[in-house]
């Protein structure tokens, strides 16, 4: 009995995900990324399942999406619970809450650089000519303006004279105050934030990438984190309406973290949630290590978009991660806001900026950046849509040390340097107008329901169809659409008499939906008849047609037939 219970004590075996694998803590230990447990334990309950006795509880927390955090009894066995709770049906998942080391990515000791030469070189400075992401050129088309970053990183600092910040949470000290900490990664955030939305052309300090975007802060370094607090730090980002969630962080080392299901439920719920269910753009830096990092649970996500540094001469920054999940490549080493006063340093005399912000840190937020302007030129464009217009646009550098594959990767640079006027260009768009409905009946007869409008004007010119949308008055949560490529649709023998029809119409381009025309109404009524008058069976019918002879005639088929015939004229 003794030795089984050294056995049962010497487990440290826990379920990261709902399958049977068990992963060791003492290896996540090893790792350096994973520090310790919180004490208590994360999971996600399954829809409308009760949560089931547990011993030592003492508190709960809801987070979103059925996620809770349970509060256990100070000394209570977290990981004996945890492995329990695997096998209970009321959990899709369930595992400490684990202390996680997260470190800023940044190489502080690069060298200097003179001035923002990631947006514009032209080769000063014994640098070469062009190695840039063609900043400027994507200005003419966005700004940023509207578009909301959030900087989840070790704070920012909320009063920069350069910035334009609003406090998130603060998962560090417990509060809703992101200001930087006193530890060494203090100045990290503000540091990041300057690089994709420092204030620009207000003739002071510099411009970030997208200068008229807000930065939403939230910091989540410089103490101990939990996985659960990661999962907030993005649900909430997400809530508070940030178009994109930059990350300059990572675990450290390129060891395996294990795969917390949270981390799948993070990305899910930034695609899911994010802009109205468009999609909240995720991205995060590659990672310092110079080490392959294609284990690495959360940067293997399709929705991340992972970025490695370059230097200015266009090549990988040694320090750079690689691997499968590199998806661009972006400049580092840059101009940026600083914390005032103190900080990282100064940029001449000024200590409101630094001049040398480097590693994966600093390219990340380029990016960023760029996804702002992307957003602001089309706020219809999805998070994948995002994804694969960064790629397709991007420069293919390095040609001879890059590893460039038939599919046009390389697993240093990805899709290669990002080019932010490409970018933009390529997916701005302007939504199509509304349709102006032609139908100015507010009686329609059954056998007889044609619906009609304007063609919608479109400064693109890339209107490809038509969504109706109807719905009867007494039932307007069950919605009938239809997509159509004509500026008419027949609906005759869908309705009955007595029917009380709402109807609407949009435009569709290639990037969805435009806005829906005012709504329209009919009453569905009997057909009319009318009396036709009678022909002379023995006049001549004119240019030898056949007469029809004495009659009545529906009026609804004297209209279809009237329709038709107008709209093949058109």
């Not at 014994?126 to 400027?136: F, H, W």
């Not at 809703?176 to 934030?193: E, M």
């Not at 009955?496 to 029809?501: E, G, I, M, S």
Request: hydrophobic share 40%; charged share 20%.
């Amino acid at each position: 009995m003794l030795l089984l219970a050294a056995l049962a004590l010497a487990d440290d075996t826990l379920f990261l995900g709902e399958g049977p694998e068990r992963t060791q803590l003492s290896d996540l230990l090893a790792s350096g990324s994973v520090v310790g447990r919180s004490g208590g334990i994360v999971g996600q309950l399954r829809e409308g399942a009760v949560l089931p006795r547990i011993p030592g509880l003492v508190a709960i927390d809801e987070l979103r999406e059925g996620v809770v955090r349970l509060h256990l009894r100070p000394g209570s066995d977290d990981l004996g619970i945890a492995r329990t709770l695997h096998d209970n049906d009321a959990f899709l998942w369930v595992h400490p809450d684990l202390l996680l080391n997260l470190v800023p990515h940044r190489v502080p000791n690069d060298p200097l650089f003179a001035d923002q030469w990631h947006h514009d070189n032209t080769g000063q400075g014994g640098r070469t000519a062009g190695v840039d992401i063609n900043g400027p050129a994507a200005w003419d088309l966005a700004t940023g303006a509207g578009v909301i970053i959030a900087v989840v990183d070790s704070g920012v600092q909320l009063d920069h004279p350069d910035l334009v910040v609003t406090s998130g949470p603060d998962f560090v000290d417990d509060d809703d105050d992101a200001s930087p900490g006193a530890d060494s990664s203090g100045p990290h955030g503000t540091g990041v934030a300057g690089i994709a939305a420092a204030r620009g052309d207000d003739g002071d300090g510099l411009a970030g990438v997208a200068w008229e975007a807000e930065v939403y802060a939230v910091r989540l370094i410089g103490g101990s984190t939990t996985t659960s607090d990661l999962y907030e730090a993005f649900t909430r980002s997400v809530d508070a309406g940030a178009g994109v969630l930059n990350n300059s962080w990572g675990f450290g080392g390129c060891g395996s973290v294990g795969d917390s299901a949270i981390f799948s439920m993070m990305f899910n719920y930034a695609e899911r949630k994010g802009r109205g269910g468009l999609g909240s753009v995720v991205v995060f830096s590659a990672g310092n290590d110079g080490c392959d990092n294609s284990d690495d649970p959360m940067l293997s996500n399709e929705a991340a978009v992972v970025v490695a540094a370059l230097e200015w001469w266009d090549e990988r920054a040694s320090y750079s991660n690689w691997g499968d999940d590199v998806s661009i490549a972006a400049p580092t080493a840059l101009l940026t806001t600083d914390i005032t006063p103190g900080g990282y340093g100064s940029y001449g005399s000024d200590d409101a900026y630094y001049d040398g912000f480097s590693g994966t840190s600093g390219a990340a937020p380029v990016v960023s950046g760029v996804v702002a302007l992307m957003l602001e030129a089309n706020p219809r464009a999805t998070s994948e849509q995002v994804r694969d217009v960064l790629c397709q646009t991007a420069t293919r550098n390095d040609l001879a040390g890059a590893g460039w594959d038939a599919a046009g990767r390389s697993p240093y640079y990805g899709c290669g340097r990002i080019d932010a006027a490409a970018a933009v260009a390529t997916i701005a768009d302007v939504a199509p107008e509304a349709p102006v409905p032609r139908l100015g009946r507010d009686r329609v007869f059954a056998d007889h329901v044609l619906l009609a409008w304007e063609a919608a004007a479109d400064a693109d010119g890339d209107v490809v169809g038509y969504a109706v949308e109807w719905w009867l008055d007494a039932d307007d949560e069950h919605a009938q659409t239809l997509n159509l490529t004509d500026e008419l649709v027949d609906l005759s023998g869908t309705f009955t008499v007595d029917d009380h029809v709402a109807w609407r119409v949009s435009a569709l381009d290639p990037w969805g939906s435009g806005p829906w025309s005012d709504e329209s109404r009919f009453v569905v009524v009997e057909p009319e008849e009318v009396e036709v008058p009678a022909t002379d069976t023995g006049a001549a019918s004119p240019r030898g047609c056949s007469s029809t002879g004495a009659g009545s005639v529906p009026l609804a088929a004297l209209l279809l037939s009237a329709a038709l015939a107008r709209r093949r004229a058109r």
